[in-house]
């Protein structure tokens, strides 16, 4: 596998769409499942998907049911590219990383005119498109390492309070799935705890977890870079992010990444693709009562439809074969259908 | 560096107390500490190191502060061995190795025969005390990797509950230090999320931290072993820990440790040997009001002397020099001093 692989950026690259621009920061998504406490599950219709998941919570935290859970064990883990928001067509971080080459070109003028950089710089959708995944490796490189990590951190949330998406002209984080939002809040307000568990660098999704989805960085696991520790010249100490992977959080890396940064077995998880497919074994797997779900985009109006639900031509996005969805049958995953499920898809529709 | 180091098994040896055998478990330091919280610190002395905790907490949760921190933003590190309990003459940890060998031995008999097995099988202190650390590192290895994360977990649970130290005769679990147990609760009572940083294995501190600390798995960062995701025969997955390095958490390995698994400086760390430093170091160094503290174990009476208050001949325990304390002192740590500053060391005391 390439090292753009393990930076999560990798398969469901894309095209068309690299737009990417500022504006207002906005905890709408946030803010709306937070204020519908009293009503769980607000946005989710009444059916299969939304029965087994009241079943489990009572199942789970009722004292008198043989599969209670004590509080301090109940985890749950989500992934978050088209499990908690959207993914398609583009991973915003690889948005993030070409986002990036021009301020990286302006420090190292001598890459103006070397690949990928010359091509990114260009503007040209099409020849961008067209890049390899060595290239794009080369890129999420250079833009993601050599640097302090606190400064690291500045940019990336510099960038992700204005970056916006091509489709609805929106901030990336207005398009978190409402019902995902409630259910992160139902899930907390019954005791678990809610970790993400991403392909995604973890450092940045860190930067904005709090904000919005009310998870801390510490409860936020996903492909890591290794660090540095050194002193500057006034023997301050700092940390660099260093182009060494430690963690490819995807396919069996999440169930290790669980282990490595959890330390216990999900009673609960989320996903959406195949990179998911091991975390919902593990956790499914478990004794008592344990929840596996798996998100079908198969609404092409308020969102998209892919994998099996597909009716757009073929994508590089993603890998969400038939298989994955037989699977789900066969193990008792629970298929979360976005179309008949949801109710409301973003918190900025109306409701 | 060998990786038995890495393990955090290594320089403090040891010799003499190879004892260990079972009995009743206990939560008397867990439980007195918590019944105290109407009480706080009360095992500390007046003096300037519970003064420097005190304003400490006051200056960050005091919302008129001008070094106020949100609660969410409220992280404290504290390494276990010497620093939350007894680490000398020898690291549990250890122990639990060395008395893991027979079952090895017994699961591949051809051990029986070889070194540094067959020295360890013989029971004779005295040269198990000379095993190289090389031996040691095998011996690591052979009883901390190739099972299943589950089993180690049971393995390692039955045995922290029944193993007993050599000189008070009790649980390890017991030997926390109740000012340290105090200041947990006095930190997570004013809104502060305490983590362990352990040089230790952090799959085995997990399998108690919950129930001697109040400190959850996920809580506990230390050195780590890479694990392996497979399938059984029946098809179901499992979690097989490997002998790879993924984690040093010791030295600068525990600031990039809190990078990887927590993902912010911490407000406030404590320590107590220079394994310890740069984590010190690290959060002092961060804006704001921040608290670096070293644990220095001068009570030779109630628990022992070593470093700098060296009143024991020279032993392989720990890396405790005259020039840790001299650089506490230039950049504003402050020192414990266990004679002084702790009216009580051990739960099991009169008080």
Redesign the interface.
């Known amino acids: 596998m390439s090292s753009l692989d393990h930076l999560g950026l990798s398969r469901r690259l894309l095209l068309g769409a690299l737009a990417a621009s500022p504006l207002l920061p906005s905890l709408l998504a946030a803010t709306t499942a937070r204020a519908e406490d009293t009503r769980p599950l607000a946005s989710w219709s009444d059916g299969p998907a939304k029965k087994a998941i009241l079943d489990f919570i009572r199942a789970t935290t009722d004292a008198a049911s043989k599969d209670f859970v004590p509080p301090?064990e109940r985890?749950a883990t989500f992934d978050q590219d088209g499990t908690l928001w959207v993914e398609h067509p583009i991973y915003s971080q690889l948005v993030y990383c070409l986002d990036r080459v021009p301020a990286v070109v302006k420090l190292k003028p001598e890459l103006a005119k070397a690949e990928p950089f010359k091509t990114v710089m260009s503007g040209d959708f099409e020849k961008i498109a067209k890049l390899s995944l060595r290239d794009f490796e080369e890129i999420a490189v250079a833009t993601l390492t050599g640097m302090d990590?606190d400064q690291f951190g500045a940019e990336a949330k510099t960038w992700i309070e204005s970056a916006k998406d091509h489709r609805w002209k929106r901030l990336y984080t207005e398009l978190t799935y409402l019902p995902m939002q409630e259910l992160l809040t139902y899930f907390r307000a019954n005791g678990y705890?809610t970790?993400i568990v991403t392909g995604g660098g973890?450092?940045f999704v860190?930067v904005y977890s709090?904000r919005v989805y009310g998870i801390?960085?510490?409860?936020?696991v996903g492909s890591?870079l290794?660090?540095?520790?050194s002193y500057d010249n006034d023997g301050?100490?700092f940390?660099t992010k260093e182009p060494k992977l430690?963690?490819n959080d995807d396919n069996?890396g999440k169930?290790?990444g669980i282990?490595?940064?959890?330390?216990?077995r999900p009673r609960a998880a989320f996903g959406n693709s195949t990179g998911d497919r091991?975390m919902l074994?593990?956790t499914k797997?478990g004794d008592g009562a344990r929840l596996s779900m798996i998100v079908l985009h198969d609404d092409d109006k308020r969102e998209y439809a892919y994998g099996p639900a597909q009716s757009l031509p073929d994508t590089k996005v993603g890998a969400f074969p038939q298989a994955l969805f037989d699977e789900a049958k066969k193990d008792g995953w629970n298929v979360i259908s976005m179309k008949d499920d949801w109710k409301r898809v973003f918190a900025f529709e109306a409701s």
Request: aromatic share 8%.
């Open positions: 301090e985890i990590v705890k970790f973890q450092d860190r709090e801390p960085p510490e409860q936020v890591a290794g660090t540095k520790f301050k100490p940390l430690l963690l069996a169930v290790e282990h490595l940064e959890i330390g216990r091991q074994e593990y797997a």
